[in-house]
């Protein structure tokens, strides 16, 4: 009774709409969307969208690598994606002498795409609500038992925080290979510079293909398997997009916040988000210095650089956007009615009374757990030492085994850069930490070397965890790195009881989401309500929009190759482009991707659209009301960050680079045309 009471509130409040586009839509239940999309432009069915009686959208659209979104675009498994998402497979596959970064790739034939070890892509068989089943005592490991005995993987995930159940089956296909990447001075346009500011110019795409064995099935790379042929993939549009076109994203956004009480706000803007940034600033400020001197350095860190940078600028534009809304304040008021309505509900009297008491009792803990994973715990040796130390406690570890390990780790070990971060970051966790929680001695060791930086260099220059020679199992246990890093078991451990992704989902908080989720439903009856991101296929709608990026500055929604030449700078490496760019640009010898914008001759690069979105979504296909792929999700304005905890529906935008400056640096800068002849062109 009580699951259908909550199905009912959740259906009246989604046909009511949610403000503007906000949204992360389910697409099993799209088709209480269907109206309101179909007003706006959308010109498809729900079964289009979602069907697991025939081919459909979903079925083209893959969880690309475990934390990106991928699509297909052609019949035999080319799939489109980030160059950000695709990052890690080019630097894996790079050295000096082949750049791929650096350079780009592009295969010429089927021979030449390069398999990517380790890398993966999952397809959503379907999705199913159990939670009638869970409440009748099915147990969900044995639901997804049942779906893996077909072949396939399976999750059960929570929505609306326990309210629903829902079980995600997964086809996982391991043979995937790189087929072309633009070089990082289009795929990475502006480095960090322009990560998550508009007007951007970036052509953040690189393409590979699925295979599968004979039968089409998933299977491990084989040079006998043939390219996967997707049940659905995505025609193109080159017809281009303008102000007020519909714009439909689909894909696997990570991780939302919506409903959250104003203590967990209060949190990532005053205390999670500001430490979070400092420490990152002072990692990265020693890794680009490094990367400055050496282009070995600048590949090898170039991933690692790359996703530091990624969530401490986030982070940065969070605060702002969330101090700009005042959504803490807001949140309170919010909140305050919320307790007057519930005053007269005996279940519901004292249920933010007892949420603020649980963030109370877990907060302190939490943070430490973010403090040291920010800090001690990003310095290499540091883990290294944790796991040279528990192999070496095995059965059957040996002289040669752990010598074998500390080589395996010193091959690719930059000291020069590890140590100062272990300065920084030893230093910042001393400072920073509640001192009555300090590791026993650790405060007085230090200050018996005379400070951080003297104790990391007496730590470095006496262990033998960077010396195959000289280490032997038996000095392991005796070594001063491990007995440095063994002083943190205390904190480790006590940490893996807050391992979780936010401060609310710590059980003891998050126990109290699933009443207030009710509550709210009961109460707030104007309110759409749709479960936050977790990582599971989702979809979201709205449309080409700029914005008023302050008083009198319109930011229109669509920046051209005029903005790029207006950039380009050949003494900075992410503003050097390719001299084949500049040379068309100076002839104007676009071909047939030369279109008229704004009055100009030239070509757009990049669009923004209404959408929400979250991490996850890089990757993601934005298509319009026909279906047809118009774009790549690839990130948000700055101060659209805090759409994770609060949606503005003025100002939060997410940018695409457009499909058709895709196909225009695959056709003129990669010379791989005959890839475009395998994609359907509308």
């Known amino acids: 009774m009580l699951k259908k009471l909550f199905l009912s509130v959740v259906l009246s409040c989604t046909l009511l709409g949610a403000s503007a586009d906000e949204g992360m839509w389910l697409p099993s239940l799209i088709g209480s969307r269907i109206k309101d999309m179909r007003k706006k432009g959308f010109r498809l069915t729900a079964e289009d969208v979602y069907s697991v009686n025939k081919a459909s959208l979903k079925d083209a659209v893959v969880l690309f690598g475990g934390g990106c979104t991928g699509e297909y675009v052609s019949e035999e498994g080319l799939l489109l994606t980030n160059h950000h998402c695709g990052y890690g497979s080019i630097q894996q596959l790079s050295s000096v002498e082949h750049d791929y970064l650096t350079n780009g790739f592009w295969a010429k034939s089927r021979g030449e795409e390069l398999p990517v070890p380790g890398l993966s892509v999952k397809r959503l068989v379907r999705m199913e609500d159990i939670t009638e089943r869970i409440a009748a005592g099915e147990k969900a490991q044995d639901i997804v038992a049942a779906a893996r005995k077909e072949g396939y993987d399976a999750a059960v995930e929570q929505m609306y925080y326990g309210n629903q159940q829902f079980l995600f089956v997964y086809e996982i296909f391991r043979d995937v290979r790189l087929v072309g990447a633009p070089p990082s001075s289009i795929g990475k346009f502006g480095g960090d510079t322009d990560n998550w500011i ?310 003891s908080i998050e126990k109290w989401y699933r009443p207030y989720m009710r509550a709210l439903r009961e109460w707030d009856k104007n309110r759409a309500f749709y479960p936050d991101a977790n990582l599971t296929l989702r979809v979201a709608y709205g449309s080409v929009a700029g914005y008023e990026y302050a008083d009198a500055e319109y930011h229109h929604p669509v920046s051209t190759i005029d903005g790029i030449i207006a950039k380009d700078d050949p003494n900075i490496y992410d503003y050097n482009i390719p001299q084949s760019l500049r040379d068309i640009y100076a002839k104007k010898d676009y071909g047939r991707w030369g279109v008229d914008v704004n009055g100009r001759y030239s070509v757009p690069v990049c669009f923004l659209a209404t959408n929400h979105t979250s991490g996850g979504n890089s990757g993601s296909p934005i298509i319009n009301g026909r279906g047809e792929l118009i774009g790549i999700n690839f990130d948000r304005t700055w101060r659209s960050t805090m759409s994770d905890i609060e949606f503005d529906p003025s100002i939060c935008r997410n940018i695409s680079v457009d499909i058709r400056y895709v196909l225009f640096v695959i056709d003129r800068i990669g010379g791989a045309g005959y890839l475009i002849e395998e994609m359907d062109l509308k």
């Open 198 to 507: 508009w007007p951007r110019h970036t052509g953040d795409f690189s393409i590979f293909r699925v295979y599968a064995d004979e039968n089409n099935r998933p299977a491990t790379y084989s040079k006998d398997n043939k390219p996967y042929r997707p049940a659905r993939h995505f025609s193109i549009s080159t017809k281009g997009v303008g102000e007020g076109d519909f714009t439909m994203i689909y894909g696997f956004p990570g991780n939302t916040q919506e409903y959250v009480i104003s203590d967990a706000v209060k949190y990532v803007a005053e205390v999670s988000d500001p430490m979070k940034i400092a420490l990152r600033t002072k990692r990265l400020d020693i890794i680009s210095a490094e990367q400055a001197k050496s282009a070995e350095v600048r590949i090898a860190y170039a991933a690692v650089h790359a996703s530091i940078a990624n969530a401490w600028k986030k982070w940065q534009g969070e605060v702002l956007g969330l101090q700009r809304l005042g959504t803490v304040e807001s949140k309170q008021a919010y909140e305050k009615k919320f307790a007057q309505w519930a005053q007269s509900k005996p279940e519901y009297a004292s249920l933010l009374d007892s949420m603020r008491v649980a963030y109370k009792g877990v907060e302190q803990e939490y943070y430490i757990r973010e403090l040291y994973s920010e800090s001690v715990g990003t310095v290499s040796v540091f883990n290294f030492a944790r796991t040279l130390s528990a192999a070496a406690g095995k059965e059957g570890a040996t002289d040669e085994s752990i010598k074998a390990q500390v080589a395996k780790f010193s091959a690719d070990y930059n000291r020069t850069i590890d140590e100062q971060i272990a300065v920084e970051m030893l230093g910042e966790f001393l400072q920073r930490m509640p001192q009555e929680r300090l590791p026993e001695g650790l405060k007085q060791d230090v200050e018996s070397k005379g400070g951080a930086k003297a104790y990391v260099e007496w730590l470095y220059s006496a262990t033998n965890l960077l010396s195959s020679d000289k280490i032997t199992l038996q000095s392991v246990a005796d070594d001063v790195m491990v007995t440095f890093a063994q002083r943190f078991n205390p904190i480790i451990e006590n940490s893996r009881k807050y391992a979780y992704r936010n401060l609310s989902n710590v059980p």
